[in-house]
C-alpha cells in the first residue's frame, strides 16, 4: 500500500502532471504528423480523427477506414523474388500505393513517448512542475 500512498502525496501529483504533459504534447505531433500524410486525401470522412488524454491515458479515435488506407493488400513475387503488393485494373497489375497515414506516425511517436516517460522525469522537472502545482493551489 505504499504505493498508492506515494502516489496521493505530492510526488504523485507532479508525476501524474508530467505524464499527462507528455502524452498530451506527444497526442499534437501523432495528429501533425498523420495530416502532413494526408494531404492528398480529399475525403472528409479522414478529418474525424481526435485525440484526447485522461489522466495517464492517451486515446486516438479514427474512422475505421483510416486504418487500412495504410496496409498493403495483396503479395506476389516479381522475377527479383521479392514481394510486390498489387491491385487489378484493367488487363494488368499495378504496384499499390503505400499512404503512411496510421502506423507509422503512432510508431514513431511511440518511442519519444516512451523515452520521455521513461527517462524524462528528472529532479528539474520535478522541481518545475512542483512550482506549477504550488501556483495552482495558491490561486
Given at each position: 500500500m505504499a504505493l498508492l500512498d506515494d502516489r496521493k502525496g505530492d510526488l504523485g501529483a507532479i508525476e501524474a502532471r508530467f505524464i499527462r504533459s507528455v502524452l498530451e504534447e506527444n497526442a499534437s505531433e501523432i495528429l501533425?504528423?498523420?495530416?502532413?500524410?494526408?494531404?492528398?486525401?480529399?475525403?472528409?470522412?479522414?478529418?474525424?480523427?481526435?485525440?484526447?488524454?485522461?489522466?495517464?491515458?492517451?486515446?486516438?479515435?479514427?474512422?475505421?477506414?483510416?486504418?487500412?488506407?495504410?496496409?498493403?493488400?495483396?503479395?506476389?513475387?516479381?522475377?527479383?523474388?521479392?514481394?510486390?503488393?498489387t491491385r487489378k485494373r484493367g488487363s494488368g497489375k499495378k504496384r499499390k500505393k503505400n499512404y503512411p497515414v496510421h502506423n507509422k506516425p503512432i510508431?514513431?511517436?511511440?518511442?519519444?513517448?516512451?523515452?520521455?516517460?521513461?527517462?524524462?522525469?528528472?529532479?528539474?522537472?520535478?522541481?518545475?512542475?512542483?512550482?506549477?502545482l504550488a501556483q495552482e493551489n495558491n490561486i
Open positions: 501533425k504528423n498523420s495530416k502532413r500524410a494526408q494531404q492528398g486525401f480529399s475525403s472528409p470522412v479522414f478529418s474525424k480523427v481526435n485525440m484526447t488524454v485522461t489522466e495517464n491515458t492517451l486515446t486516438y479515435s479514427h474512422p475505421a477506414v483510416m486504418r487500412f488506407v495504410d496496409m498493403k493488400t495483396r503479395s506476389v513475387s516479381n522475377a527479383n523474388g521479392s514481394l510486390l503488393s510508431m514513431r511517436q511511440k518511442r519519444f513517448i516512451i523515452k520521455a516517460l521513461q527517462f524524462g522525469f528528472t529532479q528539474g522537472v520535478q522541481q518545475t512542475f512542483r512550482e506549477l
